[in-house]
């Protein structure tokens, strides 16, 4: 390996096609406004590094990055390497990882709309999260303890399981397939429309009309906070352990609830079994 410490780069591809190399203390910044500066390397590693231009991580195998900061200017820093782990960063620039296979980031502050597009056999645990179509089309997802804010997340994305973690984001996991979710909240609008073999456990459901459309869908224990209009044209088998405002013309399976509000079964398609305090019925019910 060779190190490069204590340096600024502003130059365009200013490391290109590098080979086993350990980058510390060093800036990518400065008047020339260059581009790429790793691009086409391998055996990389990036230690306590700045990044303040565009494009640093593309075509990279094998790649270290640990307490470096990407700074909003860094756009698209990582597209199209494997071999990745990031820790202790900050990826604050639009679009900072596409198109990558096998990554693990821990400990981190994702600043960033448009992550994660098109990734596969991503880990993330113990990191907070900002984005707008995050993790997009993504494959054989793994996250751990993770706090996200955004919006339309997880669209598309299949193979998942997330745990312990805090979802604030409209119309997330759409289209979705093959989806565990455990000990979570997730708080947002029309949640997991479309989806197929969504299994949430031990999760606190919040906001207006979730899970319409859905096949195979599956959950236990859960709470459902401010649910209304729930489940319409779905396949579903739930355990639910808190008032639901209302349920709308489930397609199929059985759903438990403590308290109704309101049933609306106006659909002949509708043939769902509703059990509410372990009694079964049709029709409007006030509670």
């Known amino acids: 390996m060779i190190n490069i410490s204590d340096k600024t780069f502003d130059e365009e591809r200013a490391l290109y096609g ?3 190399l350990i980058v510390e203390n060093c800036s990518f910044d400065g008047p020339a406004d260059g581009e790429s500066a790793l691009k086409e390397s391998n055996d990389i590693a990036v230690y306590n590094c700045y990044c303040n231009l565009r494009y640093p991580f593309w075509h990279i195998h094998n790649l270290r990055i640990r307490d470096t900061e990407m700074t909003p ?3 698209a820093a990582v597209w199209y390497s494997d071999g990745i782990e990031i820790e202790n960063s900050k990826l604050h620039g639009i679009k900072a990882l596409r198109e990558c296979y096998d990554i693990n980031i821990h400990n981190c502050s994702i600043i960033s709309p448009e992550f994660g597009w098109s990734t596969e056999k991503i880990t993330i645990t113990d990191s907070t999260a900002e984005s707008e179509y ?3 089309r993504s494959k054989d997802i793994r996250l751990e303890n993770i706090r996200m804010k955004g919006k339309y997340s997880f669209q598309y994305i299949e193979n998942a399981v997330f ?12 289209h ?3 989806i565990t979710i455990r000990n979570s909240t997730i708080k947002g609008e029309y949640l997991a ?3 197929d073999g969504l299994t949430l456990e031990n999760c606190r459901i919040i906001g207006t009309q979730p899970f319409c459309y859905c096949k195979n869908l ?3 224990n859960c709470e459902m906070i401010d649910a209304d209009l729930c489940f319409e044209k779905s396949d579903v088998v739930a355990d639910i352990v808190s008032r639901v405002v209302s349920i ?15 049933i609306i079964m106006n659909d002949p398609a509708a043939q769902c079994e509703i059990y509410c305090g372990g009694e079964k019925f049709f029709g409007n019910y006030d509670q």
């Open 18 to 20: 590098s080979r086993g």
């Open 73 to 75: 200017m860094c756009r």
């Open 134 to 136: 995050f993790m997009l």
């Open 163 to 174: 745990n312990n973690c805090s979802f604030d984001t409209k119309d997330a996991f759409w």
């Open 176 to 178: 979705s397939k093959n």
């Open 193 to 195: 429309w479309y989806s």
């Open 218 to 220: 599956r959950i236990i």
């Open 248 to 262: 709308k013309n489930p397609r199929s399976g059985r759903i438990d609830v403590p308290v109704l509000g309101e």
